[in-house]
């Protein structure tokens, strides 16, 4: 029989930055139960990302949003984290002859929010110097790009969570939820956890595990984006050089300690999983890099 663990106020619902991270506020505030499915949390997007703060990325609301935690970022509270949690990876976004209205169209989005220059076809390559002559015409620099150590925010967060009484539980799979004259009873692993309030922070799965307490679905669409890892070229210092992502994002390349980041940027619907590399996105990442930069892909370390 299923032992229930009684006395939580809140039940957060899946383990990665966004489970992590609120379960970590919450615990300051009452009693949580964080229940992740998988055998440690993080395995999913969250252990996966390519790590960058990007302010000029995106859409107005997310661009707000990436500013909004510059200064956590900056300045995480004591004892959050041993090392800094970010450092500096300006981003680049250029754009080729045919992709040129693009950059006067970026450059009026974001420059009332005091972000990104404009440089033009010399300028783009002093900076980024693996680009093959005449590809870009020019780009939009962001210089307030970071790297993020994902890993460390996201440790930072269980700590915390830990630290205030919090009790995580992996290989924990919410398979039931019930209304109950108290609030919710939720299954997982073959426990029972109650408490009067549920954060669905599931992720790719939040409709499915929301569809569990009755809720109508939001219509969010799981999609799968593949990256590789592939060695710098021999003799080149990329550890200064920025993030250069395309301006209508086919593709990005982000310098990783002696090795470059890739990926055609793809976003392919699927169910939610534990999603794997595409071969055929594979292979349109390597042409669109060799395209742009002055490299040739011979091994691919990760995907
Ligand atoms: C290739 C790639 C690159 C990216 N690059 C960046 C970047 O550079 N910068 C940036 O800011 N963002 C980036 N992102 C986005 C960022 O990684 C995500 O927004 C973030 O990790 C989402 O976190 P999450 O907690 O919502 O989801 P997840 O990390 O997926 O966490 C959801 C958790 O819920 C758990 N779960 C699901 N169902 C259940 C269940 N029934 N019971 C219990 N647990 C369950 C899962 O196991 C998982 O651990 C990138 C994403 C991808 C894919």
């Given at each position: 029989?299923?032992?229930?663990?009684?006395?939580?106020d809140?039940?957060?619902?899946?383990?990665?930055?966004?489970?992590?991270?609120?379960?970590?506020?919450l615990?300051?505030?009452?009693?949580?139960?964080?229940?992740e499915?998988?055998?440690?949390?993080?395995y999913?997007?969250?252990?996966?990302?390519?790590?960058?703060?990007?302010p000029?990325?995106g859409?107005?609301?997310?661009?707000?949003?990436?500013?909004?935690?510059?200064?956590?970022?900056?300045?995480?509270?004591?004892?959050?984290?041993?090392h800094?949690?970010?450092?500096?990876?300006?981003?680049?976004?250029?754009?080729?002859?045919?992709?040129?209205?693009?950059?006067?169209?970026?450059?009026?989005?974001?420059?009332?929010?005091?972000?990104?220059?404009?440089?033009n076809?010399?300028?783009?390559r002093?900076?980024q110097?693996?680009?093959?002559?005449?590809?870009?015409?020019?780009?939009?620099?962001?210089r307030?790009?970071?790297?993020?150590?994902?890993?460390?925010?996201?440790?930072?967060?269980?700590?915390?969570?830990?630290?205030?009484?919090?009790?995580?539980?992996?290989?924990?799979?919410?398979?039931?939820?019930?209304?109950?004259?108290?609030?919710?009873?939720?299954?997982?692993g073959?426990?029972?956890?109650a408490?009067?309030?549920?954060?669905?922070a599931a992720?790719?799965?939040?409709?499915?595990?929301?569809?569990?307490?009755?809720?109508?679905?939001?219509?969010?669409?799981?999609?799968?984006?593949?990256?590789?890892?592939i060695?710098?070229?021999?003799?080149v210092?990329?550890?200064?050089?920025?993030?250069?992502?395309?301006?209508e994002?086919?593709?990005y390349?982000k310098?990783?300690?002696?090795?470059?980041?890739?990926s055609?940027?793809?976003?392919?619907?699927?169910?939610?999983?534990?999603?794997q590399?595409?071969?055929?996105d594979?292979?349109?990442?390597?042409?669109r890099?060799?395209?742009a930069?002055?490299?040739?892909?011979?091994r691919?370390?990760?995907?």
């Open positions: 029989m299923a032992t229930s663990h009684q006395g939580f809140f039940i957060v619902i899946g383990a990665g930055m966004a489970g992590a991270s609120v379960a970590a506020e615990a300051t505030h009452g009693r949580v139960a964080l229940l499915m998988e055998r440690q949390p993080g999913h997007t969250t252990g996966r990302s390519a790590a960058i703060f990007a000029v990325y859409p107005q609301p997310i661009r707000a949003l990436t500013r909004a935690s510059g200064d956590f970022f900056a300045t995480p509270p004591d004892g959050f984290a041993e800094a949690l970010i450092s500096p990876r300006p981003i680049m976004m250029i754009a080729r002859e045919d992709q040129a209205d693009k950059l006067g169209a970026m450059m009026a989005e974001v420059a009332s929010e005091g972000i990104g220059e404009q440089l076809a010399t300028e783009t002093d900076l110097p693996m680009l093959r002559d005449g590809y870009a015409v020019g780009s939009v620099l962001d307030s790009g970071q790297d993020i150590d994902v890993a460390g925010l996201h440790q930072g967060y269980l700590r915390a969570f830990r630290r205030s009484g919090g009790v995580l539980v992996t290989n924990a799979t919410v398979a039931a939820m019930q209304r109950t004259a108290k609030g919710w009873q939720v299954s997982a073959g426990q029972d956890y408490a009067p309030v549920v954060i669905n992720g790719a799965w939040a409709d499915e595990v929301g569809a569990l307490a009755g809720a109508g679905a939001i219509g969010l669409v799981a999609k799968r984006r593949t990256a590789l890892m060695p710098a070229p021999e003799g210092d990329t550890g200064p050089m920025p993030l250069t992502n395309d301006i994002e086919q593709f390349m310098p990783d300690v002696g090795q470059l980041l890739v055609p940027a793809n976003q392919d619907p699927m169910p939610p999983c534990d999603v590399p595409d071969e055929m594979i292979a349109i990442c390597i042409d890099i060799e395209r930069f002055d490299l040739t892909v011979r691919i370390e990760n995907k």
